[in-house]
DNA sequence: AAGTTACGCAACATAACTGTTCCGTTATAT
DNA sequence: ATATAACGGAACAGTTATGTTGCGTAACTT
């Protein structure tokens, strides 16, 4: 009943609702389970969306290769996938937008689902520093920014015109890697 | 008149509201101006959002530098100052972030807002590589996708910490243009 | 089998936005 | 000065969500 609550709501913000415009009426339609049950067991709406977000939480890969680029690629494809999946690119953007209206779940947000990612970035570059794969000066804010913003961005601006998505992050890491510069 | 409210739509939106959760009626409370005005001159809340976006295009700088580097700088730069503004910046996450609910004005702010910076991005890139300052081989949607996304991003996740925002862009260029890989 | 828990259905008052209408007032133009 | 256009105020019915309550039923426990 939980989980089904919880990926209704998923199901109705990917589908277009926003984090305000969503009703628990709406919930109520869509899942089938009457109002009443709804309220009994979320307070506030906030409380119901905390738990969407819990729902969100996934696993990082650990850093397993030896290879700075290959463990990025990993990070940045999963977190591709994420922002791949409909209702959770949604459910993120929504609450990017909504920051002001939920400052909890936002903060809920960045800190389950943003900072891990980040943190795992930074862990990563810094191992490549370590085997010398990535010069010392670089500045590790800097390219985990970078980084995690092309990964976030994509969803953001379809701009991303005649480019291959199955090997975008592969690239991308290639040409950050490499520089555009010539040698 | 028209500038009022349009002025006071981006207020709204700016403070929290949300394309779907915002009425006329707050408009007009907002405004001053009666909410009957405000139908007389729009008949939709389409109508209003889409004069809301034409304000928000700005002319973007010419690429006077030499510089491929330089170039890239000032338009991301110029994005930033774009991303920066509360009001622009909530706009344009909101449009994104209802896609659906309103198709024609996320089509409207790609086409009015994102594409052109896309498309000056490609030109500096391209003149960049006829000036010998970018590899020919480097894919320009690539690296226009790199570049774009970092500005973009910044706002939508607040992961920038000890990051100075002042350089940044800069930053970001060099990193992108010399690569991080040992020499 | 009896008790507890969870659920669905229905109703309720309250509140808010919508779209439209009618009417009075204030500018603006010629 | 007078006609036209633009505005504000107020009211209207229709729709929708909220939060709560009462009641009947189904399932699960011991």
Redesign the pocket.
Known sequence: ?HHVIVDGVLDLIGGGATLTSL????VARRT??????I???WH??DELFSDVVKSMTRPLPDLTKQSARENLVTLMDVSFDRVTDQRERRMAETIVAEAQNFPDLHEQYLAEIVAPLNHAMKLAIRRGKEIGEIRPDIDENLLCDVLVSCTFAQSSTNFTEGLDLESANRRKIDLVFDGVSPM
Chains 1, 2 share one sequence.
């Open positions: 009943m009703s628990l009426v709406d089938g389970i009457s109002r009443n049950s309220y009994r067991r506030s709406k």
